[in-house]
């Protein structure tokens, strides 16, 4: 179980980054040189040095959309000890959620992160709530020391699709 | 070409009555929003523009972000001067309005018209700015009328806190001479960071400089299609003028010569010898009086030279010299096509008067009386209706020119 927690990726569950769909990836109050494929795509999230950082505040939301309907299993976020997230706080399917209505809806799920979930421990979400997810929108509310800035390294998203049917073709 | 959702925030306080600003400050500044309105929506057709106002008896939204043009500029006639601008609250109603944008995926933009003092301080000014980088809102400021230090640090400060990446921008436009439209035409305001608005700027600029430097004060840039028809008009005005004129030469020349006679039958016969004569180089086998009136449509479709027009002419006498009733069937067409309105009995006894069809002709810029062919057009003109009708033009642009 630890091993396979520590490895991050359980049974049957894959990186949900094949599913993004990147048109539609969107994150308010970040720096325009430290930006979300910093965190989120490949290659550069690997990169230690390559970071998300918020820009007027502490606070990032984060919206990102998928090309098909997947469930949501876990998610980890690594990032620096002091500036990495504490509070996040996950939506799913709400469309263009900003900063002044982030507070109107309940969350499907709030994740305190601690200092082990920022050197890459997966926090386990409610799967029950992310059964039927089309987007994520992703709401960082502080940060481990208050400081003004954020600093996000990596974003991994864990789960799986949901099968879909497919209708009968002709000549079935 | 970015996909934008505009708010404009007018300053129509009290301020705005003062005249610095030719006519006055607000009409200036009222002239600058619809400048602002037509380039957003020309730039890319889904863009939207909405209006408030700030003052007065509070923040009042004029219109809702939209692509109307028309509403637009209709929603700014009737607006009142009066009360004290209220920028913070200004910048916060358009924040909403822009939340509230039909289309999300539209970039949000507030430009604010700042002609009358600030009263917030500089900190609560910053506070709104961050708050507008956080929502990623960019903002454009337009810092006119009052000249107040104080002012000019606040909204300084302002931008300063909302710039991300060069998208805020401020400019300060001081009286002067040149309307606060024109300055604005230079600006990134309206060059959108630099982009394809450009294009719509030069044009507004060339407008705005009375159309001076394109042809018939009409841009091709902006209007390719009234461009180009006026020049073809022109064109064929100038050729058409240059025919007549120097078959009216020829005309005169010919009278010169002497020919006097009046009869209406000798004349058609004579100009049916000097239409032969002269169309010895046309097709002269037009038996038909379909062949020659075709002839005549396909002369003057092809705009031909001015000696082709004069034979042209002369056919229609040699058709119908064939036929009495066509001739005078002929003649009243062609007569009430001109909508002339001397008889021809007074214009034939005018031009019977050689001296005084000389004296036109020499009057004429690049018609020599003593050309050859112009004498030889001349005798054979009498008081026919087809030449009359080239008299009446003739004379008719004698008086237009």
Partial sequence: ?????????????????????????????????????????????????????????????????FNQVVKLHSIIIKGP?????????????????????????????????????????????????????????????????????????????????????????PGD | MVLEATMICIDNSEWMRNGDYSPSRFQAQADAVNLICGAKTQSNPENTVGVLTMAGKGVRVLVT?????????????????????????GIQVAQLALKHRQNKKQQQRIIVFAGSPVKFDKKV????????????????????????????????????????????????????????????????IFTGDGEGGSGFAAAAAAAAAGGAGFEFGVDPNLDPELALALRVSMEEERARQEAAAKKAAEEAAKQEKGEQSTSQDVNMTDTAKAGTSESENKATDLTDDENALLQQALAMSMDDSSSNIATRDTDMPEAAGDDQDLALALQLSVQDSMKDESSPADMSKLLADQSFVSSILASLPGVDPNDPSVKDLLASMQNQSEHKKDEDKEPKEEDKK
């Avoid at chain 1, 720096?31 to 690997?46: F, V």
């Fill in chain 2, 125 to 188: 000014l910053e506070m709104i700015g961050r708050k507008l980088k956080k929502n990623s809102v960019a903002l454009d400021v337009v810092n006119f009328g009052e000249e107040d230090e104080a002012k000019t640090e606040k909204l300084e400060a302002l931008v300063a806190a909302v710039n991300n990446n060069d998208s805020s921008h401020i400019v300060h436009v001081p009286p002067g001479p040149s309307a606060l439209s024109d300055v604005l035409i230079s600006t990134p």
């Fill in chain 1, 81 to 169: 000890e002091e500036e990495g997230p504490k509070t996040v706080k996950l939506f799913s399917n709400r469309e263009h959620m900003g900063f002044s209505n982030v507070n109107d809806f309940p969350p499907s799920d709030t994740a305190v992160l601690s200092e082990d979930n920022l050197k890459g421990k997966p926090v386990i979400l409610k799967y029950v709530k992310f059964q039927n997810v089309r987007s994520l929108t992703v709401f960082v509310e502080d940060n481990q020391s208050g400081s003004d800035i954020t600093k996000v390294e990596k974003i991994v998203l864990c789960g799986t699709t949901v099968e879909t049917t497919r209708k009968a073709m």
């Fill in chain 1, 1 to 65: 179980m630890s091993a396979e927690s520590a490895s991050a990726i359980q049974r049957n569950q894959v990186d949900l980054l094949d599913f993004v769909d990147w048109s539609g990836v969107e994150c308010l109050n970040q720096s325009s040189t430290h930006s979300l494929p910093n965190a989120l795509k490949q290659g550069y999230r690997e990169d230690e040095g390559l970071v998300l950082e918020s820009d007027a505040d502490e606070q990032l939301l984060i919206y990102i959309p």
């Fill in chain 2, 65 to 89: 972000p939209t692509s109307d043009l028309g509403k637009i500029l209709a929603c700014m006639h009737g607006l009142e001067i009066g009360g004290e601008m209220n920028l913070a609250a």
